[in-house]
């Protein structure tokens, strides 16, 4: 299995990006999808998940409302859509497939993982 993350870059603050997760290998519809991302001297953070399915979906606090996960299952490639993007959001971010049906809120969660793209926003 491989994750290809793509379409970060350099961004405006109120700015938006969206984020493609394109995987090869394996099922991809089997399996949830989720993305990280990890900032300069900070530890990998969750960011957001999605089932299998696509019918559920979950984020964290700091970008609910701001960012929207969803996956394309013909295409095997799952997405993030970034919208008023904030300076706090600089990092670079990973996707990441997880061990069964459902995401995880944990990294442990996932055993294959995209090579990361760097997003920064600026002020």
């Known amino acids: 299995v491989q994750l290809q993350a793509s379409g970060g870059g350099l961004v405006q603050a109120g700015g938006s990006l969206r984020l493609s997760c394109a995987a090869s290998g394996g099922t991809f519809s089997n399996y949830a999808m989720a993305w990280f991302r990890q900032a300069p001297g900070r530890e990998r953070e969750f960011v957001a998940d999605i089932s299998w399915s696509g019918r559920s979906t979950y984020y964290a606090d700091s970008v609910e409302g701001r960012f929207t996960i969803s996956r394309n299952n013909a295409k095997n490639t799952a997405y993030l859509q970034m919208n008023s993007l904030k300076p706090e959001d600089t990092a670079v971010y990973f996707c990441?497939?997880?061990?069964?049906?459902?995401?995880?809120?944990?990294?442990?969660?996932?055993?294959?993982w995209g090579q990361g793209t760097q997003v920064t926003v600026s002020s």
């Open positions: 990441a497939r997880g061990l069964g049906h459902s995401g995880s809120y944990y990294p442990s969660g996932y055993n294959y």
